[in-house]
């Protein structure tokens, strides 16, 4: 369970403050598919950057499993982020000079896994995007739909329990989409947790619970089927 309790964030620029998440509450259920959809600007990216440890609220608390996220130490935090979370991106974030392998590879290195583990691990996240047979190729001739495939890959490889998820369709077509859909849900009916951001509302009646935000606070909560 993934509990947020009273989150905010607050930036400082030229201007003064600005607050793009203000007070936000919510639970995460283990295994619950969970959209997080509003306007651009109305701080979806800041939220999952605060649940997936990539950020430090202003105020509020992240506790996962009970245990206060930012209170860890550096070591738990560090083990947190590489062996319990995977995080996949719009932008993909792929290094496009290295292979398909290196590219997930890097992941496990961090995670100190060992060199056969790794080969093993590797082969088992490909074959779940159906991306095995690219292995040795390089990130940057692939396409865009194969390129977030391998993210994905890259999120799943050391079996997180969330997935986090910010726009993984939103530079793909419609068909290459609906594919990532797909993959988010075997990763959910294999019991993981996806926090999934998406501005379109076809991909989010696919989930199990759609948040919307506007300017920072949650203003509707609805569960679906
Ligand atoms: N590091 C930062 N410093 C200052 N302002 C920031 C920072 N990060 C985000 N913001 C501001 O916070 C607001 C919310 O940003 P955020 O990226 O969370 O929005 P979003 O809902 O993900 O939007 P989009 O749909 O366009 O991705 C924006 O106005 C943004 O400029
Ligand atoms: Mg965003």
Redesign the pocket.
Known sequence: MITAEHLT?S???GEGE?R??KNVSLEIPNGQFLSVV????????????MLGGLLRPTEGEVLIDGEDLYEMSDRAMADYRSNRIGFVF?EYLLEEAFTVEQNIEIALMIAGTAEKERRELITNALEQVGMEHKRTTKVGVLSGGEKQRVSIARAIVNHPSVIFA??PCGNLDYENGVNIMKLLREQCRQGRTVVL?T?NRDDALVTDRIVT?KD?AVVRDEMLG
């Open positions: 964030k930036f400082h620029d600005i793009p998440v509003g306007r651009s600007g109305s701080g979806k990216t800041t939220l999952l950057k719009q910010d726009e951001i501005h935000l920072g």
